[in-house]
């Protein structure tokens, strides 16, 4: 069946450091990746997506990678902020259509 | 803030009562998706409505059911509340039902007892 997991619950990060968040997914068919970020009582905030053609996207900070051979998707962030502190979720969406699947999560916490 | 809104934020029912929730899409978009998130998970897609007509459903029962109106402001319906129905239920609003770059709403937080 389809499947989105994330490989750590728990992702701690001194201030200043890079982060990698990993995501692992089942569903060749996916058409598009996507992160999202959550805050504390807040809706989840899309970051960046990639598609399923292409390997790396950038956006400011953030570097999304693809690897389609062995169906992972990581998320890196430079210099992590305080402010990144959230849940993480990575998601897929099925070809054509808005459905999203996401995972469990990883929790971010951006140490002083 | 994403321009969508939700309605009420936090709510409380009973075993076996209906409840409706109400999601103001961000101006111009004409897509809405419901999701639901139970604590330490991610969102679950319950369905989506484009165009005031269904455009897809997740798997949840037919007690979920859904409107969209000609202003593309969205309703959930849930009858017969179930103690599991608890979470948060979140509104996410597009252009387009394959535009990937969905704006959330901060969610209405449903608790049955």
């Known amino acids: 069946g389809e499947s989105v997991g994330l490989h750590l619950p728990t992702l701690s990060v001194q201030e200043g450091d890079n982060s990698i968040i990993n995501c692992a997914y089942s569903?060749?068919?996916?058409?598009?990746f996507i992160w999202y970020k959550q805050e504390s009582g807040k809706g989840p905030q899309f970051i960046i997506d990639i598609r399923s053609n292409m390997d790396k996207r950038q956006g400011q900070r953030v570097t999304v990678l693809l690897n389609k051979t062995v169906k992972h998707l990581s998320l890196q962030i430079a210099a992590t902020q305080p402010g990144d502190s959230a849940v993480y979720f990575c998601?897929?969406?099925?070809?054509?259509?808005?459905?999203?699947?996401f995972g469990a999560g990883t929790q971010v916490v951006v140490t002083p | 803030e994403t321009g969508v809104t939700q309605s009420p934020t936090h709510l409380i029912k009973t075993r076996g009562q209906q409840v409706t929730l109400r999601c103001s899409s961000q101006s111009g978009h004409n897509t809405v998706s419901w999701y639901q998130q139970a604590l330490g998970q991610g969102p679950q897609f319950i369905f989506q409505?484009?165009?005031?007509?269904?455009?897809g459903r997740g798997n949840f029962p037919p007690r979920f059911s859904g409107l969209q109106f000609p202003n593309y402001s969205s309703e959930l319906n849930v009858n017969a509340l179930e103690l599991d129905d608890s979470a948060l239920y979140l509104c996410?609003?597009?252009?387009?039902?394959?535009?990937?770059?969905?704006?959330f709403g901060q969610g209405t937080r449903l608790t049955v007892v």
């Open positions: 996410a609003s597009s252009l387009g039902t394959a535009n990937t770059e969905a704006f």
């Open positions: 998601a897929t969406r099925g070809q054509g259509w808005g459905k999203l699947q």
């Open positions: 409505y484009y165009r005031e007509e269904e455009n």
């Open positions: 569903n060749s068919a996916s058409d598009y």
